[in-house]
């Protein structure tokens, strides 16, 4: 059974960081790109970043494009985010989720995502 544990998330103030993690389980993990997305109320699941199987490509919104980072450790199964000089605006439930393959076109796409995690709660406020 696939599964996509996501953590990390808490209450940080504007400026701030955090580092979430996304532990996977139940595939062949380095066969899969991992994504970042995330979700504030009232608003669409957007996508924010997304790293290939091997961790050589990257993807990266505009709206986090120099202050996020993502990477993988194979090893630990583990995808990970790191946040930096959060905003407000980055208030959101955060989703990783999983894919065998993924095409550049396709990576802001949820439907083009097999498997979610359950969500971890950022929220950046004073």
């Known amino acids: 059974e696939v599964q996509l544990q996501a953590s990390g998330g808490g209450l940080v103030q504007p400026g701030g960081s955090l580092k979430l993690s996304c532990a996977a389980s139940g595939f062949t993990f380095d066969d899969y790109a991992i994504a970042w997305f995330r979700q504030a109320p009232g608003k669409e699941r957007e996508a924010i970043s997304c790293?290939?199987?091997?961790?050589?490509?990257?993807f990266y919104a505009d709206s986090v494009k120099g202050r996020f980072a993502i990477s993988r450790d194979n090893a630990k199964n583990t995808v990970y985010l790191q946040m930096n000089v959060l905003k407000p605006e980055d208030t959101a439930v955060y989703y990783c989720?999983?894919?065998?393959?993924?095409?550049?076109?396709?990576?802001?796409?949820?439907?083009?995502?097999?498997?979610w995690g359950q969500g971890t709660l950022v929220t950046v406020s004073s």
């Open positions: 790293i290939s199987g091997s961790g050589e490509s990257a």
């Open positions: 989720a999983a894919a065998p393959r993924v095409i550049v076109s396709s990576i802001r796409v949820p439907s083009a995502y097999s498997s």
